[in-house]
């Protein structure tokens, strides 16, 4: 990842994940955020205009986002941004700026979570279940 454009958001999820695959096989999930800036006035706390962000992440990512999170989950996202662009049937041009999704996880300033590990293919095809790091201690 670019250290350039990175991004971090935390927000609401607007819609369950999305699954796709690529006519490669690659997995990609969709889903939207949206958060809702305050800001302090005298005394008093006013909302700003609700901001939307579509993310786009891929791979193990995807799955592992498609089966932990669903829509109303409190979540932080880090990416980076992407700009892609398009023509439409009738020749219009329309671009869109997306959040490429590097690492995805819930809020946990609003919720709980256990958090399990997945297996993982040793790159022979194997798959193996991974072990937790051993660190030592140091107090």
């Known amino acids: 990842m670019s250290n350039d454009n ?9 819609r369950d994940p999305e699954i796709r695959y690529t006519p490669n096989g ?9 958060r809702n800036p305050r800001r302090r006035e005298g005394n008093e706390w006013v ?17 592992n986002i498609s089966e932990s999170l669903q829509k109303g ?9 992407e700009h892609r662009t398009w023509e439409t049937d009738s020749g219009d041009k329309r671009s869109k700026v997306e959040i ?10 609003w919720a709980s979570a256990t958090v ?12 193996r279940q991974q072990q937790p790091a051993e660190v030592d201690n140091p107090y």
């Open 47 to 63: 909302d700003g205009d609700p901001q939307f962000y579509d993310v786009k992440a891929w791979g193990t990512l995807a799955e």
């Open 116 to 127: 399990t590990r997945n297996e993982r293919s040793d790159g022979g095809g194997q798959r």
């Open 6 to 14: 990175a991004v971090t958001i935390i927000g609401t999820m607007t």
């Open 73 to 81: 989950n409190r979540v932080v996202v880090f990416g980076e941004l």
């Open 26 to 34: 690659k997995t990609v999930a969709t889903f939207g955020i949206a």
């Open 100 to 109: 490429k999704a590097e690492s995805v996880g819930p809020d946990l300033r």
